[in-house]
């Protein structure tokens, strides 16, 4: 298991099989919640018996790194009345991200066991989307009042830190709960008692909309490198995001490109999970092969159009294979860099212009090179210097074309507000292959009475 050691791994086992909880609890006190959580999924439903004599706290911080599927294998086999203290015990953005799974039913039957209190903070970020800042946000965070002095608010800081996420940074409210500054805890910590806490601040404070994409708040903490985000609603401050869920939003949003880039429909989360049926893997995957095979039906109809040429040089035939592939393989490389551009917020107004130019420059350097190899080697082979001539100028043409296709097809779906990533591999390809094969057979037919 990732991050722990086989003698550690060992007690964890020896401890299950013996039902010791006390020496699992120690164990627990030594590591990560992450790692129990892992040594958790390799154990079948009558050894996690085990895990319900641990505490509430012990077993809601192993709740709060598992996967939703596997918190509700856990909570079944604690029961609702336990399950509801330990939701209570977990942090609010991670019982509300649990929550928001469950059908309305279920959800407001936990709700009505928990806290009021708590019940209220979680049913506050239910009603923020999954995929924005309101539903990434914790609302545990520690603020500090604007005409606090420095020994105040550390004197807050010490009472109230413990139940807050984060304290990396401290944001300065005033009265309204205006977010109006931020103070590092360093600058606090160094700073005279007497000072206010106004006076050691800074105003330029960088934060996020409550209904921003999670996406764009990934990006923007990673642009500026910081640990955690305010995040306000109109000018007031409501909830901070902190940079773990960052990080898994990073994970989510790569996962989810990648999927789409191999022409996998569906949600992202759970695609790789075993305890999915084949048939629901299945029906991810089947519409962009249906839609594919429409549009490769294209391919064969450009051959069958080309049936006079075809027949007339029999060996174009040979070399269909390596024009359709060459052309998909170039656009999906175009593709590769402009989809990851995009996602990284780096194509924008003028440097659109000069990834165009670029990319055009690169299809003429490829389409070049590999067409002066390819004449040189069909000029060798089939003893034909013509042909070898055709099928260069065939390829070069394509290899510019599917350059340029890869390029421009993404920043067109960017532009129509639709999702890069859904031109995607398959998609890119098969396109190119169309195009590819019109401009050889073109090309062939301008040049075939040289050729017969």
């Known amino acids: 298991m990732p991050g722990l050691s086989e003698e550690l791994n060992n007690e964890i ?40 004599k641990l505490t509430d706290e012990e077993l809601a911080d192993i709740l709060e790194e598992l996967d939703h599927e596997e918190q509700q294998s856990l909570l079944e ?10 939701i209570e015990r977990m942090a609010p953005d991670d019982a509300a991200d649990y929550l928001g799974e469950l ?45 606090d002095t420095v020994e105040r608010a550390i004197s ?9 996420e984060s304290i990396y940074y401290l944001f ?55 640990l955690a985000l305010p995040v306000i609603k109109g000018e007031k401050m409501v909830g901070v995001v902190t940079v773990d869920d960052a990080i898994e939003v990073i994970e989510e949003e790569a996962s989810e490109d990648m999927m789409k880039f191999g022409g996998i429909s569906g949600s992202e989360d759970g695609l790789q999970d075993l305890s999915i049926g084949p048939i629901k893997a299945s029906m991810n995957r089947i519409p962009w092969l249906v839609l594919l095979l429409g549009v490769g039906v294209l391919a064969g109809n450009i051959i069958d159009r080309f049936e006079e040429t075809l027949d007339a040089v029999v060996v174009l035939a040979v070399f269909i294979p390596m024009i359709a592939d060459m052309a998909g393989n170039t656009g999906t490389q175009s593709l590769a860099v402009v989809v990851r551009g995009l996602t990284m917020g780096q194509f924008s107004g003028k440097n659109v212009w000069k990834l165009l130019k670029r990319e055009a420059i690169v299809g003429v350097i490829i389409g070049i090179v590999n067409g002066v190899l390819i004449s040189i080697i069909a000029a060798l082979w089939q003893r034909s210097m013509m042909l070898g001539f055709v099928i260069g100028l065939s390829l070069s043409i394509t290899l510019f074309v599917a350059t340029l296709a890869g390029t421009v097809v993404p920043l067109i779906m960017t532009k129509l507000k639709i999702d890069p990533a859904v031109a995607s591999g398959p998609f890119i390809t098969t396109v190119n292959d169309i195009v590819g094969l019109t401009i050889y057979f073109t ?8 050729l017969v």
């Open 13 to 52: 086992v020896e401890a299950i099989r013996n039902e010791d909880a006390e020496t699992l609890r120690h164990i627990l006190d030594e590591i990560h919640p992450y790692d129990m959580a892992q040594a958790l999924l390799n154990l079948d439903e009558e050894e996690r018996k085990i895990f319900s």
């Open 443 to 450: 090309v062939a037919t301008r040049f075939m009475h040289y």
């Open 156 to 164: 807050r800081l010490r009472n109230l830190a413990p139940d807050a």
């Open 172 to 226: 300065v409210v005033d009265d309204s709960h205006r977010l109006i500054g931020v103070v590092s805890l360093r600058e606090l910590i160094v700073a005279n008692p007497e000072t206010m806490v106004e006076d050691i601040m800074s105003e330029r404070v960088v934060s996020v909309p409550v209904d921003m994409d999670q996406e764009e708040v990934a990006k923007t903490m990673g642009n500026y490198g910081f």
């Open 103 to 147: 059908n309305e039913a279920e959800k407001e039957e936990i709700l009505s066991k928990l806290d009021q209190e708590i019940a209220s903070d979680i049913r506050q970020l239910l009603r923020y989307p999954d995929n924005t800042a309101g539903g990434l946000m914790t609302i545990d965070y520690f603020f500090l009042y604007q005409y």
């Open 77 to 86: 086999t604690i029961g609702l009345v336990r399950g509801a203290r330990i």
